[in-house]
Antibody, heavy 121, light 107 residues
Framework: EVQLVESGGGLVQPGGSLRLSCAAS????????MSWVRQAPGKGLEWVAP????????YYADSVKGRFTISRDNSKNTLYLQMKSLRAEDTAVYYC??????????????WGQGTLVTVSP | EIVLTQSPATLSLSPGERATLSCRAS??????LAWYQQKPGQAPRLLIH???NRATGIPARFSGSGSGTDFTLTISSLEPEDFAVYYC?????????FGQGTKLESK
């Protein structure tokens, strides 16, 4: 059974930093692209950043480019999202998602339960 | 950026009825379209990938159709657990955008 468990969310002041982690199990982590997708309170879904299975390819939403960095450690089966210069509009539930098919970078077949990031003074 | 427009915004139906949800893309996404279901307080769940392929474990009452710019999600006979918000999403290129969602509510 695929399990994705996010951690690292919380309350942070504007301009602050936070690192999210996603611990993966139940599948061969190094074979799948992974992504972070977020959802602001009461709003729709936004694809924040995907990363290829090897970690060689990454993409970023314009809204986070230059501030967020996605990375992965295939030896630890863990996905990360380093967030800097946080803004109020970054407040959201952040989901970790696994590609449905290994090569489909922009797909999300399994999702974690999400971790809430709140940016507020 | 490809914009996905879902309609209607809200759909009020009763259990046992047929639900038809629409998703229109601002340019062709070929068949690279997925549908997700999201219930309050839960993560989205993949229902359909590549326009018409049910994901693993999804009941046969869910079906998808379409290609290019016009897509439909059909739920043949609504069960009580089907009332939720449904999102479409393309994977044609970066960024892979979502529609704004259709809320399926019980009448």
């Amino acid at each position: 059974e695929v399990q994705l468990v996010e951690s690292g969310g919380g309350l942070v002041q504007p301009g602050g930093s936070l690192r999210l982690s996603c611990a993966a199990s139940g599948f061969t982590f190094s074979n799948y692209a992974m992504s972070w997708v977020r959802q602001a309170p009461g709003k729709g879904l936004e694809w924040v950043a995907p990363i290829s299975d090897s970690g060689d390819s990454t993409y970023y939403a314009d809204s986070v480019k230059g501030r967020f960095t996605i990375s992965r450690d295939n030896s630890k089966n863990t996905l990360y999202l380093q967030m800097k210069s946080l803004r109020a509009e970054d407040t959201a539930v952040y989901y970790c998602a696994k590609a449905y098919i290994s090569g489909w970078v922009f797909s999300a077949g399994d999702w974690g339960q999400g971790t809430l990031v709140t940016v507020s003074p | 950026e490809i914009v996905l427009t879902q309609s209607p915004a809200t759909l009020s139906l009763s259990p046992g009825e047929r639900a038809t949800l629409s998703c229109r893309a601002s340019q062709s996404v070929s068949s690279y379209l997925a549908w997700y279901q999201q219930k309050p307080g839960q993560a989205p769940r993949l229902l359909i990938h590549d326009a018409s392929n049910r994901a693993t474990g999804i009941p046969a009452r869910f079906s998808g159709s379409g290609s290019g710019t016009d897509f439909t999600l059909t739920i043949s006979s609504l069960e009580p657990e089907d009332f939720a918000v449904y999102y479409c999403q393309h994977r044609s290129d970066w960024p892979p955008t979502f529609g704004q969602g259709t809320k399926l509510e019980s009448k």
